[in-house]
């Protein structure tokens, strides 16, 4: 019973920067990790970021570490996606997931762990 709706895709030339938020419903909000994962045309989709929503405690993809940082703020019930020093290899649809009782951001490195999708958000990186 948890709806995820993603904003702030675009377009942008390498080396800007992206804001993505992914705002969710649902009273039991609280109890669940969130994370972000992305797919490029042509390519599966891949896990970019996760953070304990519990805990607090983050993990990221080896792609984009340094350059990406998952933030939340639970009185709007939404997470952010901070994305700077972009590169056309980031060009992806980018996808909000939600993990219940997510034990630590990392486990939400297998897609097998998210209980909900959202319908994405398009990011594209120019040369």
């Known amino acids: 019973q948890v709806q995820l709706v993603e904003s702030g895709g675009g377009l942008v030339q390498a080396g800007g920067s992206l804001r993505l938020s992914c705002a969710a419903s649902?009273?039991?909000?609280?109890?669940?990790?969130m994370g972000w994962f992305r797919q490029a045309p042509g390519k599966e989709r891949e896990f970019v970021t996760a953070?304990?929503?519990?805990?607090?405690?983050?993990y990221y993809a080896d792609s984009v570490k340094g350059r990406v940082t998952i933030s939340r703020d639970n009185a709007k019930n939404t997470v952010y996606l901070q994305m700077n020093s972009l590169k056309p290899e980031d060009t992806a649809v980018y996808y909000c997931?939600?993990?219940?009782?997510?034990?630590?951001?990392?486990?939400?490195?297998?897609?097998?762990?998210?209980?909900?999708w959202g319908q994405g958000t398009q990011v594209t990186v120019s040369s």
């Open positions: 649902g009273r039991t909000f609280a109890i669940y990790g």
């Open positions: 953070i304990n929503w519990n805990g607090g405690n983050t």
């Open positions: 997931a939600a993990a219940r009782f997510l034990l630590s951001a990392q486990a939400m490195g297998n897609a097998h762990a998210v209980d909900y």
